[in-house]
């Protein structure tokens, strides 16, 4: 009975009172972290007008936070096993204050290579997602994990966030005091997790070392199954907001200015934000599994008709919404079926390592779509045309895979 309990297990009947609450401390967090790990994508414009940036030089600037924020979370899943998420979400969110000093101070000298450096120390605050993962699956039992991770995936709405109200700031209180603002937020919210978040009595602490530990989750085949899935719909999500301004901006410019752009995308981020716990929930009930090929046929079909490039309105609109849907309900699915399939010390490892793949697959597409991009006809079409091709064989897999395995973890 106890060692399916819990990701650890000393109590039998750990006492697990007051576990909505502190997960959902832990998902603010999260919201303040996307917020900070987002902030350059929405005001892309002041950067790329101000710098007089190519398509070359969007993509990297845009696309450098994501792949260290990817990266940094295997080393800081490991870490939360060994220290904890109080420590790790403390240490995050101090941390990520300087990088967004760095990017203002980078952005009021017009220097793209300071940029770039804050924009890498800028990713840090991108890790924060595996800190909270292996944090919320201890504060539920393995039956409900899928609703605790999708609660704590809904710290995405930073990411919303970020794009509704800093173009916003910048208009209201100006460049250097937009990331003031943000700069003290991390502060507050750092102080707020320190003093009112607690582990789960079923936790405790892992010392195995980094590279061992992160050696055995690569050894698992659930870490690799999940990372390829999890990299195509979270990475698809990191990869449109991150782009999506500068997507709309480019092929609609004169229907969307760059608050629009980014009212948009706060509402793309939103519906992925809902339809997370909403993924996890259906997983818990009915099997991860068709949850997360009812997302890849939906991304599939969906990016297909955004290749189309339909004109601006209510169907464009629709379609993003919906887009965002379907990746909100794969993400949900993943981590639904990471926790009841892997070993319980190893969860905060595995999640690390899938939660970086899925930040890895955000990494390559606005690459892409800048190395693609038509000048002549306007058009971003043969990056959608990629995401069909990989969305259409991650089905293929995701259909292969044992269905007991989507049973063992409901």
Known sequence: MSTNSAPSTSPAHPDLRGQLPQVLLATLASAVGFWAWMLIAPIQKYYSEGMDLSEGQISLMLATPVLVGALGRIVTGALTDRFGARKMFTVVLLASVPAVLLVALAGSIGSFALLIVAGTLLGVAGTIFAVGVPFSSAWYEPKRRGFA?????????????????????????????THLFIAGLLVVMAVLVWFFLRESPAWTPNAQPLVPKVTGALKLPITWQMSFLYGIVFGGFVAFSTFLPKYLTTIYPDQVDPVGAGTRTALFAVAAVVARPIGGVLADKFGPKVIALVSLAGIVSLAYIVGQQPEEGILTGTVFILM???????MGAVFAWIGPSTPPEKVGAVSGVVAAAGG????????????????????????????????TFALVVAGMLQGARGKAAT
């Open 149 to 177: 991770n999708g609660v704590f995936g809904m710290g995405m709405i930073g990411t919303a966030v970020s794009a509704f109200f800093t173009p916003r700031l910048l208009s209201g209180i100006g460049y250097l005091g």
């Open 324 to 330: 965002a849907s379907a990746m909100g309900l794969g």
């Open 360 to 391: 890895l697959g955000g990494y390559f597409p606005p690459l892409a779509m800048g190395a693609t991009y038509h000048a002549e006809t306007n058009s971003y079409a043969l990056g959608l045309w990629l995401l069909v091709l990989v969305g």
